[in-house]
């Protein structure tokens, strides 16, 4: 069967696989060139802040709208609602996150991570449009679209982060990675597909994705305290 504007399932799984690949030599070339410029504590301080921001992430936009994926009338989504209550949810994270980084910035020992993990808690106001505009194309089966910003994305990513550790950046050449990497989606939202929202929710069917929700969240903290044992 073909997709209306993505191209045959087959070709997807073929952009699928490409993109795969794409993906690993990108990441391959990109940490080949890091180990060169930064040190131990470089990949140190950015691992800590990159655990407390995968513990956020548990709770955030991501696990919202990946409700969007189980829907099979595309025209049953309500962005608007997922926009407004990812921004609410993601906001007070960004600002958690804030707040925890400045706790570390008073300890002896975790104090060379708060100014990244700081840096690091942008990931969760960019990910609201950018995570957002990839489940708007998933579901719309607009896979030559959805590979396109993906690998944009993967490309600025690899590519900032490798000027920023030959320019001397340190640890910032690790923060900016995940930041950029879903800008180009963001940006496709706004700007391609003049997406704008309203800031309205339906709070009465936004209950069923709560739940949803809430069953996400609780078998991600599951697999994560399983990793931690």
Same mark, same amino acid.
């Given at each position: 069967?073909?997709d ?24 391959f ?17 950015f ?34 609602? !997922?926009?407004?209550?990812? &921004?609410?949810? #993601?906001? /007070?994270? @960004?600002?958690?996150? *804030?707040? +925890?980084?400045?706790?570390? %910035? ?20 960019i ?6 505009? !990839?489940?708007?194309?998933? &579901?719309?089966? #607009?896979? /030559?679209r @959805?590979?396109?910003? *993906?690998? +944009?994305?993967?490309?600025l %990513? ?45 709070w ?11 069953h ?6 599951f ?7």
């Open positions: 069967m073909e209306a504007k993505g191209g045959s399932t087959g070709q997807a799984l073929v952009m699928g696989g490409g993109f795969l690949l794409f993906k690993d030599i990108s990441v070339i990109t940490m080949v060139v890091l180990v060169r410029y930064l040190s131990p504590s470089d990949y140190g301080s691992a800590f802040a990159q655990s407390i921001i995968g513990l956020g992430a548990i709770g955030s936009a991501v696990v919202l709208m990946s409700h969007s994926l189980q829907v099979r009338n595309p025209k049953e989504i309500d962005w608007q609602s !997922h926009f407004t209550v990812s &921004v609410l949810v #993601n906001s /007070i994270l @960004f600002l958690l996150t *804030l707040l +925890l980084a400045w706790v570390l %910035s008073f300890s002896d020992k975790y104090s060379d991570s708060a100014i990244p993990l700081a840096g690091l808690g942008l990931v969760f106001l990910d609201i449009p950018g995570t957002m505009r !990839h489940h708007m194309l998933q &579901v719309e089966h #607009n896979w /030559i @959805f590979r396109a910003v *993906l690998i +944009l994305g993967t490309l %990513s690899s590519t900032c982060a490798i000027i920023i550790a030959i320019m001397g950046g340190g640890v910032w050449a690790l923060v900016a990675a995940p930041i950029i990497l879903t800008m180009p989606a963001a940006i496709d939202l706004f700007a391609k597909n003049k997406w704008r929202p309203d800031f309205t929710v339906d009465v069917a936004y209950k069923k994705i709560w739940t949803f929700a809430f996400r969240m609780g078998s991600g903290a697999q994560k305290r399983i990793k931690t044992c």
